[in-house]
């Protein structure tokens, strides 16, 4: 028992500081603004301020802290991309994950797993091949397994899959790991606040304001604020930052649903992911199963859930374990999953001097949230694009130098 803990039940929590402090009223400036309160958006504010001293600033949230995407998604963090440029950029991420709880001081209950990405057919277990020779090449655990060793990895499994689409193999990435999604948020909260960044919630940025090409403050439904930067942190919502603005991006929004069943005693201690049945699932600390499935397959600006979505998946995920067709679905929701054409984000610099982007993720961004908010603050510190985020900059469409990582989302889209 931790000399705290004993402290709490003997006194009590009177004289516990708050886990946040009172929010201050808004400033008339600030020398960064970051739209979204996700994160990615506490991740840029708490590297701005300790890796650059860039304190004065402020994160502007429409609703709740992690209430977006960072709270609604299946909290798995892998690196084992197709890409020389994704499989950097996700390792690093995942590498400093592995550090995280440390550093916030607070138990994100960071725990590696192993991670199956199943292959059903000659077509996929080529590209399994590929993936893991690419990761290899870069230093990440990854290799290709065949089917007994599937089946002795995930006790439990029907490699037949109920009769169609049968298992042949995964890729087997052994660092895959799962963590407390709406911890990583409060945590990068509270060490930027500590360190003097202030957090604004219920605040709605309506506008942009620019004057010669460069942007000079917001406009909130709680008044005007003058800045010398902003970033754009909000996932689903960046056509609506966006169009403030006048940038065209080839940014589509399309919902992304999960659910959980209700908990059960352990049996999956593994993440077992398959893009042909379009289904991956874990089980979290607490007993319950975490899946999720494909993107709807319409554009949508909104959070509902369906039960077609659930029926497909159950579906699907009894053909892989079929035992667990006597759970119960306890709960499902959705989140908005901002996807580009080549599935790689949109980061850094834009046509409007001092706006930058963070944007494009589907349904890959929370896994890179250590990263993203990294790599975002050395940009907006320095006013140019850090060397990891440079092949995912907004020109690379104008240019036709697409990233091309498709090949490694977590299910079919």
Request: aromatic letters at 8%; proline letters at 4%.
């Amino acid at each position: 028992m931790s000399w705290k803990l004993l402290k709490l039940g003997l006194l009590g929590t009177a004289g516990e500081p708050r886990f946040f402090p009172k929010a201050a009223p808004l400033r008339e400036h600030y020398d960064v603004v970051i739209i979204g309160g996700g994160g990615h958006g506490l991740a840029c504010a708490y590297y701005l301020a300790r890796d650059h001293g860039i304190t004065k600033v402020a994160v502007l949230e429409q609703n709740y802290l992690g209430g977006g995407n960072t709270g609604r998604n299946t909290t798995i963090v892998r690196s084992n991309y197709l890409t020389p440029e994704g499989v950097r950029f996700y390792d690093t991420s995942r590498r400093m994950f592995r550090d995280l709880s440390g550093e916030l001081e607070i138990n994100l209950f960071y725990s590696e797993r192993g991670h199956y990405t199943l292959a059903h057919s000659d077509e996929a277990m080529r590209t399994m091949r590929w993936r893991a020779e690419v990761n290899r090449h870069h230093g990440v655990d990854s290799e290709l397994v065949d089917r007994e060793a599937v089946a002795a990895g995930v006790p439990g499994i029907d490699l037949d899959c109920g009769g169609q689409q049968a298992v042949q193999g995964a890729l087997y990435h052994a660092p895959g790991a799962v963590v407390r999604h709406d911890a990583v948020a409060w945590g990068y909260a509270r060490a930027a606040v500590e360190r003097g960044v202030e957090i604004h919630q219920k605040t709605r940025v309506t506008g942009i304001r620019c004057e010669g090409g460069r942007v000079r403050g917001v406009s909130t439904d709680r008044g005007e604020i003058s800045c010398g930067a902003v970033v754009s942190a909000v996932a689903g919502s960046t056509p609506s930052v966006t169009d403030m603005l006048g940038l065209d991006t080839p940014i589509e929004i399309y919902p992304l649903q999960a659910c959980v069943t209700e908990p059960v005693k352990p049996f999956l201690d593994t993440i077992v992911v398959s893009g042909s049945l379009h289904v991956y699932v874990s089980q979290s600390s607490r007993g319950e199963l975490v899946m999720g499935a494909a993107v709807d397959p319409a554009v949508l600006h909104g959070t509902r859930s369906t039960f077609d979505f659930v029926e497909g998946l159950a579906d699907r995920l009894i053909d892989l374990f079929p035992f667990v067709g006597r759970l119960r679905v306890l709960r499902q929701w959705a989140g908005m999953a901002d996807l580009t054409p080549d599935f790689a984000p949109i980061m850094g610099t834009t046509p409007v001097q001092d706006f930058y982007l963070d944007a494009g993720w589907g349904t890959w961004g929370f896994k890179a949230t250590p990263v993203a908010g990294w790599t975002m603050a050395a940009t907006v510190a320095a006013g140019r694009n850090h060397e990891l985020i440079t092949p995912f900059g907004f020109e690379r469409f104008r240019d036709f130098a697409l990233v091309g990582e498709k090949g490694a989302a977590s299910v079919g889209h």
